[in-house]
């Protein structure tokens, strides 16, 4: 299960208002390889439904998951916030070992180096 905050339910609802008269109600949840880690999240809205795509209804949104990608996914966290740096979707994801700094790669292995303060437990503090 996906689990979306009421934040960032309200982030998605402001932000798919400002782009059209008509929101879209799907929003492509995903991953992919790069980044700070091994994962980089992938969270925009979207018109285009996959043969390998699973669709979640929560929140008014429907979330669009390849299926592919639900094991790095499940039990995943979005929550929206901000700070002094302006506002961001924060993910919290129990699949991870290791989260980079930015908050929006993860690895579920440990890499060779590694600052105490990017383990996967801290990242919530992020």
Known sequence: MINLT?????ELQRL???QTDSPPVQVRLGIQAGSCADWTYIFVPTTVIEEED???S??????VINQANLSLLNELTID???DLLGGAFRYQNPN??????CGNSFSTTMPETV???QLASDSSAQ
């Open 58 to 63: 929560h929140g008014g949104f429907t979330l």
């Open 6 to 10: 009421p934040a960032a339910i309200l």
């Open 16 to 18: 798919t208002h400002q």
């Open 96 to 101: 991870a070992v290791y989260t980079c700094d």
């Open 115 to 117: 600052h105490e303060s």
């Open 80 to 82: 929206y916030a901000e």
């Open 54 to 56: 699973i669709q979640i």
